[in-house]
Structure formats: C-alpha cells, structure tokens
C-alpha cells in the first residue's frame, strides 16, 4: 500500500551527454580555479613587447639606451625588491594575525605593553556621499580614475644561460 502522505517522485535517467556535459562543465571550473590561482607562481614564456604598464608611465621616467645600468646592477635591484616585497607580505600576515588577538582588548596595560585606541589623521572620500550627491544633483555616474600601475618583481627562468644572453646584449648593443 503506497503512503499518501509522501509522493513518490521518479527521475527520469540523465542522458548519457547530459552527463558528460556536466563533467566538462565541472573540469573547466576546476580548471580554470587552479589557473587562477597559481597565476602569479607560473613564469611567463613569451615576454610582450610592449607591456600595458608602459603605456602609463611617463616616458621621462625611463631609462633611455645610454642611461642603461648593467644588466648584474638591475638583477641585484630586481632580487632585492623581491626579498622586501616578501618580507613586507610576510609582516603583514603577522600583522593581521596579532590584530585579531589585540582588536579585542580593552584599552589599557598588559605586562610591558600599552594597548591604545586613537583616531586616524587620514581622511579618505566618502563614496558612497559623494554618489548620493551627484545622483542628487542629476550629474550622472562619479568620475572615476585607474590607480599608477604596480610594479611587479618574478624571477624568469631561461633555458639559455645568462652570459650567453648577456653576450647577445652586448653585441645587440654594438649593432645599433
């Protein structure tokens, strides 16, 4: 005898490319999660020619061919602000970590350290006001700008080896 309470609820069979549709599906999705997250570790094969950031930096703001500093100079720099901008993201992981402990202290003294709330000097604009006005005022969308693009430092790895690369310069350079 069936339960009327309970309806019973048959499926049809799910065709066999509906399956393999929903594979797919779920492979790209996964594929384009791991993608996207080990973007920055992967190391670019073609260098662009011409790199959007260029565009925005000012053109007296590079170095011109006779102004050139060696290539081990600009390795050294390169490794350099690599190894800093590593151990600034380093710190602020500890930052945030310890703020998460501190944030939640009243004000006051524990043992050798003074925990204190002041206000900040900085003053950042309002948006959401600034957007209330102009929608208020019938100027249309908030003029918005990019920010200066970033500088980014990864370590390439060449199948040639950098003397030989180096020597290219060099008789590029003579070329000219």
Not at 21 to 42: L, Y
Not at 151 to 161: A, I, M, N, S
């Amino acid at each position: 005898m069936q339960d009327l309470r309970t309806p019973q609820t048959t499926f049809a069979p799910r065709s066999r490319m509906s399956s393999l549709r929903s594979v797919r599906e779920f492979t790209t999705r996964i594929v384009a999660r791991v993608t996207a997250a080990t973007s920055e570790f992967r190391t670019p094969v073609v260098q662009p020619a011409t790199q959007p950031e260029l565009a925005e930096v000012e053109a007296a703001e590079l170095f011109t061919d006779a102004d050139m500093p060696p290539v081990a100079d600009i390795e050294t720099a390169a490794a350099s602000y690599f190894r800093a901008a590593d151990a600034a993201r380093t710190a602020d992981r500890q930052k945030r970590a310890s703020k998460k402990v501190l944030s939640r202290l009243m004000p006051g003294r524990y043992g050798d350290w003074e925990v204190t709330r002041e206000p900040s000097g900085r003053m950042v604009a309002d948006l959401e006001e600034i957007r209330a006005t102009y929608k208020r005022l019938g100027l249309g969308v908030v003029p918005m700008r990019s920010s200066a693009p970033s500088l980014k430092v990864r370590r390439v790895q060449l199948d040639t080896p950098s003397e030989a690369v180096n020597a290219e310069f060099v008789a590029l350079a003579g070329v000219r």
